[in-house]
Structure formats: structure tokens, C-alpha cells
């Protein structure tokens, strides 16, 4: 059995994860994602470098045998990266951008075989499109505090999953870690995805 370490504090991807029955050992990067060295990184560029960092964050703390999955998510719109709004002023205009339009939810993914000493790194990308929501909707959905913290001001799982209209792509990179791309990288390590599994 191998053991897996999520190297991150969102609920959303352990929640993937042990949507698939994987139960994941948590430790957190603590990494500073506004630091400004990644200010001129391409939204693309910027979630594989975070995921990376992230993921060696915790490489040494991390048991001998295990593997590392750092994640990262950034929305990009008209070419530029959305982040967490963090404050509700930012969280309702960032809404009013993207009522009716779309953009592109990139997830960089980092993971690190320390047992092989190998490392993997890819990106998932899929292409979100939002309804057209009223002032009233826009404010009652940020008063929730659920897009505050989250890339992009918004959640496919939560509360404005009703605000979005079509999706291209994977589902689960959207949440936060592609589980299709995450499979396609354990495999190339060698690994089958059931031995991830706590049985």
C-alpha cells in the first residue's frame, strides 16, 4: 500500500480524494501564493510553479516511501489570473466580471515518488461559462463567505455551482485535482490506482 500525502489545506481535494476512496495523509505547505515572484508567471505558468513549490514544501517531513501531490488552481480571465478575492468588495466585483462570460480554471499538479526519486508535473484546464446573475444574487452569494477563499471567486461544489451554466473539461480539476490526470501520473509511475486505496 502506498501512502499518499496531500499537500494542502483544501477540503475540496481530500474530499476527492476520499471520494475515491483514497485517504490521504494531510500536511500543510503553508506556502505564500501573492508572493511576489510569481506576479509574472502566466496563469497557465503560475499553478504548475505553486504546485511544485508546494509539493517540496512538505518533501522533507514526508515518510521515506510515500508520494507527494501538490496542487494549485488559478481562474484565468481575458489573460489574466483570478485568484481568492479574500474580501467581499473584490469577491462582488469579480462576480459582476464574470456574469455570462467564460474563462479557463487551470490546475497544476505536482507529484513526487520519494521512494523512485522521481517527479511529475502536469496541468488539468477547463473552460467554465457563468450565467448571467442579478445584483441580488451577486451579493446574497458572496454574504455566504464561500467564495472569499477560493480560485476564482467560485466553487463547482458549493453554492455557485447554480451560477454555472457549462463546463469543458474535467469536473474534478475544476474542484481543485484532477483525479483522471492524477490517475494517468500514478500509473506512469508504475503504480496501479486501486494500491493507492486504503482497503
Not at 495523509?25 to 508546494?54: D, H, R
Not at 441580488?136 to 476564482?152: F, K
Not at 466553487?155 to 455557485?160: A, K, N, Y
Request: some cysteine.
Amino acid at each position: 500500500m502506498i501512502e499518499l500525502i496531500l499537500a494542502s489545506a483544501s477540503p475540496s481535494r481530500l474530499r476527492l480524494l476520499e471520494s475515491v476512496g483514497i485517504t490521504p495523509k494531510v500536511i500543510v505547505s503553508g506556502v505564500n501564493e501573492e508572493a511576489a515572484e510569481f506576479a509574472s508567471l502566466t496563469p497557465a505558468e503560475l499553478v504548475i510553479a505553486l504546485a511544485i513549490l508546494k509539493a517540496h514544501t512538505v518533501k522533507d517531513i514526508a515518510p521515506a516511501n510515500s508520494l507527494i501531490i501538490g496542487c494549485d488552481s488559478t481562474f484565468e480571465f481575458e489573460g489574466k489570473s483570478l485568484g481568492k478575492p479574500e474580501t467581499k468588495e473584490n469577491a462582488i466585483q469579480r462576480c459582476k466580471q464574470l456574469s455570462g462570460q467564460s474563462g479557463y480554471l487551470h490546475t497544476g499538479h505536482c507529484l513526487i515518488d520519494l521512494k523512485q526519486g522521481v517527479e511529475l508535473s502536469e496541468k488539468s484546464t477547463s473552460k467554465v461559462t457563468f450565467a448571467q446573475m442579478s445584483d441580488e444574487e451577486i451579493v446574497d452569494y458572496v454574504n455566504s463567505g464561500e467564495p472569499l477563499q477560493v480560485a476564482g471567486g467560485f466553487t463547482l461544489d458549493g453554492l455557485s455551482s447554480a451560477f454555472i451554466t457549462k463546463i469543458e473539461g474535467d469536473p474534478s480539476g475544476i474542484i481543485g485535482l484532477s483525479l483522471p490526470l492524477l490517475r494517468k501520473m500514478i500509473i506512469s509511475l508504475g503504480y496501479s490506482w486501486p494500491e493507492l486505496k486504503h482497503k
